[in-house]
């Protein structure tokens, strides 16, 4: 991530104790050129999930609770492809991190999220927090 620019708004809360924004929606610039978008929905009226969608020039690929497809035409008239049967849940993933967290410690065994990756995106959280502050593009430091 080269720079990020946040907004972020406190309607849902507004009111309450909760201090930081209920909805951020984060954009992303990578070395690369590419764009991304993050945002999170706090306030949303859904069960707690990672939407995932990834567009692209020869197909887009999209993932969340009704499942995960493959989009190959701009055509309504194309059907999607089916990716996987349902919307994983998070339990089983928390539990494979958190199992790889500890085998590392005990075993000496590589984790699946290494401590330089875990800081590295504590890292473009707090850069999304000051976009937020500042009101203003910010480059993000490693």
């Excluded at 009226?45 to 499942?67: C, D």
């Excluded at 035409?73 to 049967?85: F, L, T, Y």
Aim: charged share 15%; hydrophobic share 40%; proline share 5%.
């Amino acid at each position: 991530m080269t720079e990020v620019f946040a907004y972020g708004v406190k309607i849902a809360t507004s009111g309450t104790r909760f201090k930081k924004p209920d909805t951020v929606v984060s954009v992303m610039t990578m070395d690369t050129g590419a764009v991304l978008k993050v945002t999170a929905n706090f306030a949303s009226v859904t069960p707690h999930f990672h939407k995932v969608a990834l567009y692209g020039t020869t197909g887009t690929f999209t993932q969340s609770h009704p499942g995960a497809f493959y989009q190959w035409s701009r055509s309504g008239d194309v059907a999607n492809e089916q990716a996987c049967a349902a919307y994983p849940g998070s339990s089983s993933s928390k539990i494979k991190v958190l199992s790889s967290f500890v085998a590392s410690i005990l075993d000496g065994d590589p984790p699946a999220v290494t401590a330089s990756e875990v800081l590295d995106v504590m890292n473009i959280s707090l850069t999304i927090e000051d976009s937020i502050r500042e009101k203003l593009p910010m480059k993000v430091s490693y």
